[in-house]
């Protein structure tokens, strides 16, 4: 509820928060996991 509460102040972004995955695919598992998407790789950088 914390991190919502910090992103919400961020209005032109989409963001969600979710539990991590309890059984594990082969993937590594972090804690924290940042993806930002986007047709403009130079914004976004």
Do not use: A
């Amino acid at each position: 509820m914390e991190i919502r509460k910090r992103l919400r102040q961020f209005n032109d972004l989409r963001c969600s928060v979710r539990n991590p995955q309890t059984i594990s695919l082969g993937g590594p598992n972090f804690d924290i996991d940042f993806s930002l998407l986007g047709p403009d790789l130079e914004t976004l950088q």
